[in-house]
């Protein structure tokens, strides 16, 4: 049972411009959510997180918007830059729980 | 600061066989959790370790074991290896609190696992 979910495998977007990536779930008790990022051969990496009390959360060029009455969340990159290519993972846990429920990804290729 | 660090990076194994994956967590964390990463998945929670003992277990079957030891670091034992074992091994530490609060979990590089 697919708890959070990437609907988007894979998004293109040109250098500068904004990226958008989106996640939705399923479980009303998920209450804080957080973005990893992953490159080819290492592991993901933490981007940025957001917890149920706010509805964004803003790091540098990342901005996280968490809409809980939708049971929606997304991304926002920008200006998205060619480091930025990679594997997308929005991850979800419930108060106090030890258990990350991952999406499937979304892979984001930046063009020059 | 040391990161998270696992070895090794690359293992192959026959079915029926039995593999031990080990994890160094980050200097000042006392949590370990395991994912398995299918390919094309997002990485699916095996189970973590908590100053020693196993503190919540996902949807793997008993020839999933580990360990944490004193220092904190950990081991993933794999028994009786199936074809579907086939997946990226993540290992995870972050800092937990007696009262069940978890910080952010940071990821090491991985282990592949191929099982032929």
């Known amino acids: 049972d697919q708890q959070v979910k990437q609907n988007s495998p894979s998004l293109s977007v040109q250098e500068g411009r904004i990226s958008i990536l989106n996640c939705d779930y399923t479980?009303?008790?998920?209450?804080?959510f957080l973005w990893y990022k992953k490159y080819p051969a290492e592991g993901p990496t933490f981007l940025i997180s957001?917890?149920?009390?706010?509805d964004k959360n803003e790091d540098g060029r990342f901005t996280v918007f968490l809409n809980k009455s939708a049971k929606h969340l997304s991304l926002h990159i920008v200006p998205s830059q060619p480091g930025d290519s990679a594997v997308y993972f929005c991850?979800?846990?419930?108060?106090?729980?030890?258990?990350?429920?991952f999406g499937a990804g979304t892979t984001v290729t930046v063009r020059a | 600061e040391t990161g998270v660090t696992q070895s090794p990076t690359h293992l192959i194994k026959t079915r029926g066989q039995q593999v031990t994956l080990r994890c160094s967590s980050q200097?000042?964390?006392?949590?370990v959790s395991w994912y398995q990463q299918a390919l094309g998945q997002g990485p699916q929670f095996i189970f973590q370790?908590?100053?020693?003992?196993?503190?919540g277990r996902g949807n793997f079957p008993p020839r999933f074991s580990g360990l944490q030891f004193p220092n904190y670091s950990s081991e993933l034992n794999v028994n009786a290896l199936e074809l579907d074992d086939s997946a990226l091994y993540l290992c995870?530490?972050?800092?937990?609190?007696?009262?069940?609060?978890?910080?952010?979990?940071?990821f090491g590089p991985g282990t592949r696992l191929t099982v032929l």
């Open positions: 995870a530490s972050s800092w937990g609190g007696a009262s069940g609060r978890r910080d952010t979990q940071y």
């Open positions: 370790y908590y100053r020693e003992e196993e503190n």
């Open positions: 991850a979800a846990s419930e108060l106090n729980d030890y258990k990350l429920s």
């Open positions: 479980n009303s008790m998920f209450d804080y």
């Open positions: 200097s000042g964390h006392n949590t």
């Open positions: 957001i917890s149920s009390i706010k």
